[in-house]
Structure formats: C-alpha cells, structure tokens
C-alpha cells in the first residue's frame, strides 16, 4: 500500500457524460500527478499539481480538467467523454514539486460505453 | 520534450537466469531515472531508482546503470523468480519546474519455472 488513495476503483459510463475522480496524496505529500494509462499509449502524464497550484501540463485534453484543494486532494473531472478515454487512471504523489520518488495510487478504471 | 525508448517490449526468461532491460532517453537535462513494476491491473510499484551523480545502484537481485554520455540505462535482475513475472517500465524526469515523469512502452517479463 503506498499511501496514496483514488476513488472510485472502478467507473462505467456512457459517451457525451462527464466524470469526477478523486485521489488523496500520501501524507505529507504535496505534490499531485495524473498519469493516464490506456492499451494504445502507455502511461501518460496529464497534469501536476503542487500545493494547490497547477505545476506542469502534459498531453491533457481541453475536455479534461483537475484541481487540488487546501487539504491537498486533487480532483480530475474528464467531459464529453469518448470511447477513446476508456483507461487506467492513476494519481501519484511525492514530497515537493521537485525530483523525488512519485508513489502511485491503486487507479480508478474508467470504461466508457 | 523528453521521449523514452525501452527494450525489449517483452522478455522471456528461466527461473534463476538473469534479466536485463535497456532504456534510452533523449534530453540531456534529465537527471532522475526510476524503474517501477507493475502486475496486472494493479498500481505502478518503485523498485529502485538513479540520479544523475551516480552510475549504479544495487538493491538486493536489482541493479540500475547509468550512462549519462550515451543517454541510456538498464535495469539488470539476477537469479529470476517467478513473482518477478511483471510488466517494467523505466522512466525519466528532469528537477525544474515540473518533475513529471516520462515513461518507456513498458517490458512484459515472464520467468519461467
């Protein structure tokens, strides 16, 4: 168990909805990551979040947003959902904002039908 | 942006024979080289990871090497278990202001006992 908790485990949903997906970082941690993890394109880096404050920016969609609170858990709400965003989505967290060891969540499995 | 190549994509060995997968990255600015193991359907686990200022690092049956000049690094595990069996990925990351982490397509490692 590494600490780091994600909410729902698992997701089902239709095309054209929106979804929210919780994740709670390790304690201490204030630094947020979403990876997404799909068949075709591996794990992936969205977004990163440090301290309440967007970090970094990977290959997040426009349809995609997230956000950290004050108690540091971040959220990542995927609209207009598509066939194509059925995936693992993982949150990981560390430290600070800087090189350290990222520790990964269990991942909320989304499918969109 | 950083892009990582990792080979083999899958690998087939003997319990008690050794493995090595080869990863190689392509921004010299990188400086933090972690490797995780992931079984199926489960979260992404850190097994062991380099910085830049080192060359290797042993931790048990795993050890990592560093070449920083030809931009590439290896994961080497010795005397192979079955529980080894597992999907590795290494990954690359930079200290500035987003440390996100780019990973490798994955290797598939089956032991075979």
């Known amino acids: 168990d590494s600490g780091v908790t994600q909410t729902p485990k698992h997701l089902i949903t239709a095309t054209g909805q929106r979804v929210t997906l919780r994740c709670s970082p390790r304690?201490?941690?204030?630094?947020v990551y979403w990876y997404q993890q799909s068949l075709d394109q591996g794990l992936q880096f969205l977004i990163q979040?440090?301290?309440?404050?967007?970090?970094a920016k990977g290959n997040i969609l426009e349809r995609f947003s997230a956000q950290q609170f004050p108690d540091l858990h971040s959220e990542l709400n995927l609209s207009s959902l598509e066939l194509g965003d059925s995936a693992l989505y993982f949150c990981?967290?560390?430290?600070?904002?800087?090189?350290?060891?990222?520790?990964f969540g269990p991942g909320t499995r989304l499918t969109v039908l | 942006g950083e892009n990582v190549e990792q080979h083999p994509s899958t690998l087939s060995v003997q319990e008690g024979d050794s493995a090595v997968i080869k990863c190689t990255y392509s921004?010299?600015?990188?400086?933090?080289f972690p490797w995780y193991k992931q079984e199926l359907g489960k979260r992404p686990q850190l097994i062991i990871d380099?910085?830049?200022?080192?060359g290797e690092k042993k931790d048990q049956r795993i050890a990592v090497t560093l070449n920083k000049t030809a931009k590439h690094f290896s994961l080497h595990i010795t005397e192979t278990q079955p529980e080894d069996s597992a999907v590795y990925f290494c990954?690359?990351?930079?200290?500035?202001?987003?440390?996100?982490?780019?990973f490798g397509g994955g290797t598939r490692l089956m032991v075979k006992p």
């Open positions: 990981a967290s560390s430290v600070v904002g800087t090189t350290n060891e990222q520790f």
């Open positions: 304690s201490g941690d204030l630094s």
């Open positions: 979040y440090y301290n309440g404050e967007e970090r």
């Open positions: 921004d010299s600015a990188s400086n933090y």
């Open positions: 380099i910085r830049s200022n080192v």
């Open positions: 990954a690359a990351s930079q200290n500035n202001a987003g440390n996100m982490l780019t």
